[in-house]
C-alpha cells in the first residue's frame, strides 16, 4: 500500500516571502499521480498543483511550484511571494496509475500542514 | 473547473437517527464518487468509493451497513448514516470523476454531520 508523509504539521510565512511544504511518499510503482491540495476555512477542497510521475520537469501553477524528486520520492511545494489567502491546510496526495491495481483511482492523503501567512 | 454539489452542509441529528447526504456532479456525467470523513485538523480518510449502477467498494474498517451508499444515476451519490451515534459526528466530503481513473477529481464543499 502507498503511503504519504508530511512532516510538518505547521508552517508560518511572512507575507511576500517563500515557503516550502515538504512531502514524502513511498510506492513500488513507476506510474503514478501526485497532487497538492489546498483546504481553506471554507473546508473546500482545491487542487493547486499536479504532477505526473512519467514527467521529469517539475509542475508550476503561477506562485506555486514543486521539486519532485522520484528517486528520493519527494514531491516537495514551494510557495513564492506569498499572499495572506494562502493561509489554509495543504495536503499531499498520491494516486495510482496502475489500471489494474485496487488502489486505481483512489487518492492517498499525507497528514496535512497548516499554513500560516503573517502580514 | 466541474463542479460537485453536496446537501445539506450542515446537519444535526438525534442519536439513533438516520441522515441522508446528497453528493451531485453538475455539469458532468460522475462514472466514479469518492466518499471521505475528515476530522478537526486532520487528513481526509476514504470511506468508500461508488461506482454508478453498481455496489461501492468499501475501505477497510469502514461498517458498510451503517454507511450506505448509492450511486443510481451518473449525477448523484447518497450516503446513508444509519442510526447515528455521536462518534458519527464529522465533516463528511464527497468527490466525483468521469471515470475510475480520471485525472482529476472533483471535491464537494462537505457536509458537517452533529449527532446530539
Known amino acids: 500500500a502507498q503511503t504519504v508523509t508530511q512532516s510538518q504539521p505547521e508552517m508560518s510565512v511572512q507575507e511576500a516571502e517563500t515557503v516550502t511544504l515538504s512531502c514524502t511518499y513511498d510506492?513500488?510503482?513507476?506510474?503514478?499521480?501526485l497532487f497538492w491540495y489546498k483546504q481553506p476555512p471554507s473546508r473546500q477542497m482545491i487542487l493547486v498543483i499536479r504532477?505526473?510521475?512519467?514527467?521529469?520537469q517539475n509542475a508550476t501553477e503561477n506562485r506555486f511550484s514543486v521539486n519532485f524528486q522520484k528517486a528520493a520520492k519527494s514531491f516537495s511545494l514551494k510557495i513564492s511571494d506569498s499572499q495572506l489567502g494562502d493561509a489554509a491546510m495543504y495536503f499531499c496526495?498520491?494516486?495510482?496509475?496502475?489500471?489494474?491495481?485496487?488502489?486505481?483511482?483512489?487518492?492517498?492523503f499525507g497528514q496535512g500542514t497548516i499554513l500560516t501567512v503573517h502580514p | 473547473g466541474a463542479v460537485v454539489s453536496q446537501h445539506p452542509s450542515r446537519v444535526i441529528c438525534k442519536s439513533g437517527t438516520s441522515v441522508k447526504i446528497e453528493c451531485r456532479s453538475l455539469?458532468?456525467?460522475?462514472?466514479?464518487m469518492f466518499w471521505y470523513r475528515q476530522f478537526p485538523k486532520q487528513s481526509l480518510m476514504l470511506m468508500a468509493t461508488?461506482?454508478?449502477?453498481?455496489?461501492?467498494?468499501?475501505e477497510q474498517g469502514v461498517e458498510k451497513d451503517k454507511f450506505l451508499i448509492n450511486h443510481a444515476s451518473l449525477t448523484l451519490s447518497t450516503l446513508t448514516v444509519t442510526s447515528a451515534h455521536p462518534e458519527d459526528s464529522s465533516f463528511y466530503i464527497c468527490?466525483?470523476?468521469?471515470?475510475?481513473?480520471?485525472?482529476?477529481?472533483?471535491f464537494g464543499p462537505g457536509t458537517r454531520l452533529t449527532v446530539t
Open positions: 468527490s466525483a470523476g468521469d471515470s475510475v481513473g480520471a485525472s482529476e477529481q472533483y
Open positions: 510506492t513500488s510503482e513507476s506510474d503514478y499521480y
Open positions: 504532477q505526473e510521475a512519467y514527467k521529469q
Open positions: 496526495a498520491y494516486r495510482s496509475a496502475n489500471a489494474g491495481g485496487t488502489s486505481y483511482g483512489k487518492l492517498t
Open positions: 455539469d458532468f456525467q460522475a462514472t466514479t
Open positions: 461508488s461506482n454508478e449502477g453498481s455496489k461501492a467498494t468499501y
